[in-house]
């Protein structure tokens, strides 16, 4: 199983393109996660997915927009890329039950000139 | 609202020195309590978890609720521990929301 996979995995973007980015995750998970790494920051919660079909907004949703139209991807686009909004992206899934871990991807490092 | 506080960013210890990585939380329910742990240009994964009271690569967790904290603890620190830290609280409610510290970065020196 090659678990959570995010692409691409670095991407450079001018202000005010647009863009997604991609997770997939091959394990059946219900629950789906977008969070953004900044130092000093932690992980901060930006969309969620508890199922296929719904979205919800998390700590940091502004300027973001998710997507969930199948049970194994979580899109999450810029649609106008700003530099507040470079960052590291890490996607998670996990199972419904609450004491179950979040499996993570690899990260995309994304960065707005 | 639930909070994670990891107090220090930075944590320095010789190898053989033993480590606490300290971790506190606000919440008010039963919480589910998480160490995860991202080596250099690697995932974050799960290190350990409370429920399961664990002993993972030496690290040991305790959930002390009259304290609000879930100290992470390793008897003689190795070159390999080198890595950010980061403790996490997850509630029960209707989906797994999980809060996570700012993080811990580790620092084993030789």
New interface residues.
């Given amino acids: 199983n090659a678990g959570v996979t995010q692409t691409p995995k670095f991407r450079v973007l001018k202000t005010g393109q647009s863009m997604t980015l991609l997770c997939a995750q091959d394990m059946n998970h219900e629950y789906m996660y977008w969070y953004r790494q900044d130092p000093g920051m932690g992980l901060r919660l930006i969309h969620y997915s508890v199922g296929e079909g719904t979205t919800a907004k998390g700590e940091v949703p502004d300027g973001y927009n998710v997507s969930r139209l199948k049970k194994q991807n979580f899109l999450l686009g810029l649609e106008s890329a700003a530099p507040s909004q470079t960052s590291v992206y890490f996607c998670a899934s996990s199972p419904r039950s609450s004491n179950q871990p979040q499996h993570f991807g690899d990260g995309t490092r994304l960065s707005i000139l | 609202a639930q909070r994670v506080t990891?107090p220090e960013?930075l944590l320095s210890v010789f190898k053989g020195a033993p480590v606490e990585l300290k971790c506190n939380y606000s919440y008010s329910g039963s919480p589910?309590l998480?160490w995860?742990v991202q080596y250099s240009r690697?995932?974050?994964?799960?290190l350990l978890?409370h429920?399961s009271r664990e002993s993972i690569k030496g690290f040991t967790a305790d959930l002390n609720k009259g304290e609000t904290s879930f100290h992470l603890k390793k008897p003689f620190a190795q070159e390999e521990d080198s890595a950010m830290y980061?403790c996490a609280l997850?509630?029960?409610?209707?989906?797994?929301?999980?809060t996570?510290?700012?993080?811990t970065k580790l620092q084993v020196i030789p």
Avoid: H, N, P, T
């Fill in positions: 990891q960013k589910e998480f995860y690697q995932r974050l994964q799960l978890r429920i980061y997850s509630d029960s409610g209707g989906y797994q929301k999980v996570f510290g700012i993080g």
